[in-house]
C-alpha cells in the first residue's frame, strides 16, 4: 500500500541522521515521500526611536534588510532540500521537497492535514525539561496535534563518534 510520506528537516546533524534512519529504517519503495522545511521568518523590529537613529546614519532600512535576509533563507532553504533529495535518491527515494513558511509545528500540522498525508517524521533534538516548557518542542506538539501518526528519530549526534552506524533491520515502530 502506497503511503503518503512527509520528512520535516533542518540544516542540523540531526536532520541527516533522522533521514538516514527513516531510509534503513521506516520508508518502502512505494512510499510517496516529500522533504519539508519550514521557514519561520520574522521581521526585525526595533523601537521606532533607534530604527529613525539606524536610518539616519546610512543604514539599510529594516524593510529591506528583511526582505534580503528572507531572500537568503529561502535560497538556503533550496539548496538544503537539494542536498536531503540526492541523498534520498542515492538510496532510490525520489522524493518532492516543500518548503513552508510559518511557525514550524503550526506548518507541519496544517500540511500534513492539507496533503492528506498518512504518517509525519520529525527529528528530536533532545530538548531537557525545562527547554521543552519555556520554548516548546515541535516534535512534542506535533505528536499531540498531527490528524496522523508520528514518528520522532531521536537525534543520534555525537552518540557514534568513530563507529560507522550500519544498516539494521526494519523492526516494529511506535508512532503516536
Known amino acids: 500500500m502506497?503511503?503518503?510520506?512527509?520528512?520535516?528537516?533542518e540544516s542540523s546533524p540531526c536532520s541527516v541522521d533522522a533521514l538516514r534512519w527513516l531510509i534503513d529504517n521506516f520508508l518502502n519503495d512505494d512510499d510517496e515521500v516529500t522533504l519539508i522545511h519550514v521557514l519561520d521568518l520574522r521581521p526585525i523590529i526595533l523601537p521606532d526611536q533607534d530604527r529613525?537613529?539606524?536610518e539616519g546614519f546610512g543604514y539599510a532600512s529594516l524593510k529591506d534588510?528583511?526582505?534580503?535576509?528572507?531572500?537568503l533563507y529561502k535560497k538556503k532553504a533550496r539548496e538544503m532540500i537539494k542536498e536531503f533529495q540526492k541523498i534520498c535518491l542515492r538510496n532510490g527515494f525520489d522524493t518532492e521537497g516543500v518548503i513552508l513558511q510559518?511557525?514550524?509545528?503550526?506548518a507541519l500540522c496544517d500540511f500534513a492535514l492539507?496533503?492528506?498525508?498518512d504518517v509525519v517524521a520529525v527529528g528530536s533534538q533532545g530538548l531537557g525539561a525545562t527547554?521543552?516548557?519555556l520554548i516548546g518542542s515541535v516534535s512534542d506538539y506535533c505528536v499531540h496535534n498531527m490528524p496522523c501518526p508520528v514518528i520522532v528519530v531521536k537525534?543520534?549526534?555525537?552518540k557514534h563518534e568513530g563507529t560507522k552506524i550500519e544498516k539494521t533491520e526494519k523492526?516494529?515502530?511506535l508512532c503516536a
Not at 65 to 71: A, F, G, Q
Not at 114 to 117: G, V
Open 52 to 54: 529613525q537613529k539606524m
Open 114 to 117: 492539507r496533503e492528506n498525508i
Open 2 to 9: 502506497k503511503r503518503k510520506v512527509a520528512i520535516a528537516l
Open 102 to 106: 510559518g511557525k514550524v509545528k503550526y
Open 155 to 158: 537525534c543520534m549526534e555525537n
Open 65 to 71: 534588510l528583511t526582505k534580503n535576509l528572507d531572500e
Open 171 to 173: 523492526k516494529n515502530i
Open 131 to 133: 527547554s521543552r516548557i
